[in-house]
């Protein structure tokens, strides 16, 4: 799955044999555009934010969670 089907900001790839790899690398990448300050990756954390802060979270990482089996 990409960073962007995984609520980032861009296309780069993530593999694994479980979605908790995927997440894994995908919140590694997350701290490494927030730590380059990546404007586009800081716009797509706040909806993340959004997210976390409306409830609406688990939601959203059950259809992520649903997509990767899918695949």
Do not use: P, V, Y
Request: charged share 25%; with cysteine; hydrophobic share 40%.
């Amino acid at each position: 799955m990409s960073c962007s089907q995984l609520g980032g900001a861009c296309d780069l790839m993530f593999t694994g044999e479980t979605f908790d790899e995927l997440a894994a690398q995908s919140q590694m990448h997350g701290r490494e555009m927030l730590k380059a300050q990546d404007a586009m990756h800081l716009s797509a954390m706040k909806k993340m934010s959004d997210l976390i802060n409306s409830g609406e979270i688990e939601n959203w990482m059950s259809e992520r969670r649903a997509e990767f089996e899918e695949l």
